[in-house]
């Protein structure tokens, strides 16, 4: 393949990433029409339309999509060998970009960055939350964070956080008139704040667990949110009953302002772990994020 060939690939895997000739273009550097003519140009080579385009939007076609899904990880592979390469100094540097939830950037992901960072002046983080299973290969991230029964086979997996335990709270006030449930199956007469998240397919079910007995509970209410702080806001006014990080609310429960039911069937799980491809060759940049993010008792 000559360099040519190599150039009309990047340039429409920036395109097709992008969605957008103008951020490819600002992206790479050249103009939007010697963009759209590379682009073009490789479309009559293959013979095949790779790009859709209409005055709003571009999109792949099919086999746009294809090309993009089987040679744009490769293409990413060579990038992070030479940067690899190009990073060997004394100082680590570059760019670690992680893809992970609100609650976990909050307190694990945080507290080890506002320590890291002023150390590593040349290091830079993007973490970007998202409730959805991201293929952080596909998007070109270098690591993810989720609890570690979700984390694949596949990757290589670190341990961040301690174990884990989930509270359903409620403000007194609220128990006052509605009654306090003794079963997690009692959840379903009352006002429960729901969460959404795409990781679940939609609402997600209270899970519970006691003495190996195991139960999800699809509950009820008014109310549902796809973020933690909109949830405790609801919960502390009285709204409903929320299910939470335990972490999230220690505070509230110490000075009465939540109450904590079914503590007994609420077990401890696996905390969150950061997990990235086993083939890929960390930068010293990583290296030294994942080691001030490891766990340790």
């Known amino acids: 393949m000559t360099r040519t060939n190599v150039n009309d690939l990047l340039a429409f895997l920036a395109v097709a990433r992008e969605r957008s000739f103008t951020r490819a273009a600002a992206q790479l550097g050249v ?25 709003r939007s571009v999109a792949p076609t099919e086999a746009g999509e ?11 592979e060579i990038d992070a060998e030479l940067s690899a390469l190009t990073a060997l100094r004394e100082t680590p540097a570059g760019t670690v970009r992680i893809t992970t939830g609100e609650h976990a950037a ?3 992901l945080w507290p080890a960055l506002a320590k890291l960072l002023p150390r590593y002046p040349d290091i830079k983080v993007e973490l970007v939350v998202d409730y959805g299973l991201t293929d952080i290969v596909a998007e070109r991230y270098d690591a993810g964070v989720r609890l570690g029964e979700q984390v694949a086979r596949d990757m290589i997996a670190v341990r961040i956080g301690p174990e884990m335990r989930m509270a359903v709270v409620g403000a007194p006030g609220y128990f006052a008139a509605r009654g306090k449930p003794k079963l997690p199956q009692d959840l379903t007469e009352h006002n429960c704040i729901n969460l959404r998240l795409p990781t679940y397919g939609g609402i997600y079910a209270w899970e519970f667990e ?4 195991a139960m999800k509970v699809r509950v009820d209410g008014q109310l549902v949110f796809n973020t933690g702080l909109l949830r405790m806001n609801a919960v ?14 220690k ?6 302002r939540l109450i904590r039911v079914l503590a007994d069937w ?6 969150y772990h950061l997990y990235y491809p086993s083939r890929r060759q ?4 990583f290296a030294v994020l994942v080691e001030a993010l490891r766990y340790r008792k």
């Not at 960390?282 to 940049?285: D, G, L, N, R």
């Open 210 to 213: 006691k003495r190996g007995r």
């Open 282 to 285: 960390p930068t010293p940049a």
């Open 31 to 55: 103009s939007q029409s010697a963009l759209s003519h590379t682009v073009r140009g490789l479309e009559e080579r293959l013979g095949l339309r790779l790009l859709t385009r209409t005055t």
């Open 106 to 108: 909050q307190t694990v």
């Open 66 to 76: 294809r090309l993009l899904r089987n040679v744009g990880p490769r293409f990413a």
């Open 236 to 249: 502390l006014a009285g709204l409903g009953l929320a299910y939470i990080p335990d972490d999230l609310v």
């Open 266 to 271: 609420c077990a401890p799980f696996a905390g």
């Open 251 to 256: 505070r509230e429960l110490a000075d009465g």
